[in-house]
């Protein structure tokens, strides 16, 4: 008995220790995880702060997760939001609500630590492509837009290799598809590597649906900043970057537009800043059919790790702006 008393005790004090530890080594800021009111994330804030600027990282996982601790730690705060892939959310992104988002936002706002009026949303990607949809179509909630390698257009579900075959909206509101770039799912064919430049360079191609896909960035209701590296080889995010800033300036937006393009940067300005290692692969992979494809990020490691500093710099004066 004596000795199951002192094996409890031992246990309880390693338990203790390993905290107490934890808490001595562990400088960053710990999220809070949210599973509730119709959302999932992970919520970054430091104790006793009040009405401070709030970013929503699109798309959450440890890119969200590394910019909303760096914005916490900033006295911001930072919510890494997924949308998919986890437990009770959608598979693929396809057909994704925007009501999800809005409900998220909703309660961002009755946070304490939050200021309901300077909500910044900021994504990467198809998630800055999402990013200025949400800040167009919820311009009361949303005061401000992050896009690194934007994209002026909604497209398609199809885009990526892994999605259903069938042509669907990326994104819907009130049960309506957001119009979109309908796009056949890419395809290696005979080669080894695949051309993703080419490939939505000639989607923007399609007059036709142009128009009706092209995001009405005008309604947003506060700043934007946009990145793009001039050697982006995945998507043409500069023209689509000249695209957004140009329907800005024909429809007379009010709020100042940043249209930031680096030398010699690629797809993957929004890595890490803090980080070389995130640069070091110039090439991606994708599996088509079960067979493995190689597509390029372009740029050079030094042109990516510039661009990832200086941007940095940018994103957080852009914050204390609002």
Not at 230 to 236: E, F, L, S, T
Not at 280 to 307: P, Q
Request: with cysteine; charged share 20%.
């Amino acid at each position: 008995m004596k000795k199951y008393i002192i094996s409890i005790g031992v246990v309880i004090l390693l338990f203790i220790s390993y905290f107490i530890i934890d808490s001595l080594l562990f400088d960053g800021i710990k999220p809070k995880s949210i599973n509730q009111n119709g959302f999932q994330a992970n919520y970054f804030a430091k104790p006793n702060i009040k009405n401070k600027t709030a970013i929503i990282l699109l798309g959450g996982s440890q890119w969200g997760n590394y910019w909303s601790e760096q914005f916490a730690s900033k006295d911001f705060v930072g919510l890494s939001l997924p949308y998919t892939g986890n437990d009770n959310l959608p598979k693929l992104p396809e057909e994704i609500p925007l009501e999800y988002f809005k409900k998220a936002i909703i309660w961002l706002k009755k946070q304490p630590e939050v200021n309901p009026n300077k909500i910044i949303v900021m994504g990467a990607s198809r998630n800055s492509e999402l990013a200025l949809i949400l800040g167009s179509t919820f311009p009361k909630l949303i005061n401000g837009v992050i896009a690194y390698s934007p994209s002026s257009v909604s497209w398609s579900n199809t885009v990526l290799p892994y999605n259903s075959d069938t042509i669907k909206a990326s994104w819907k509101y009130k049960g309506y598809a957001i119009p979109y770039i309908p796009m056949n799912k890419i395809s290696g064919e005979n080669f080894s590597k695949i051309n993703s430049l080419e490939y939505w360079t000639i989607g923007l191609k399609k007059q036709d649906y142009l128009e009706n896909a092209i995001i009405k960035v005008e309604k947003i209701n506060g700043p934007i900043l946009l990145f793009s590296g001039k050697n982006d080889a995945v998507w043409p995010s500069s023209i689509m970057a000249n695209m957004i800033e140009k329907r800005l300036y024909d429809n007379h937006f009010k709020y100042p537009c940043k249209n930031i393009q680096y030398e010699n940067a690629g797809h993957l300005i929004s890595r890490n800043p803090d980080s070389n290692s995130d640069t070091s692969e110039r090439v991606g992979k994708m599996t088509i059919n079960n067979k493995v494809y190689e597509f390029d990020f372009g740029g050079t490691m030094n042109g990516d790790n510039t661009a990832k500093k200086l941007a940095k710099v940018e994103v957080l004066n852009f914050i204390n702006s609002l």
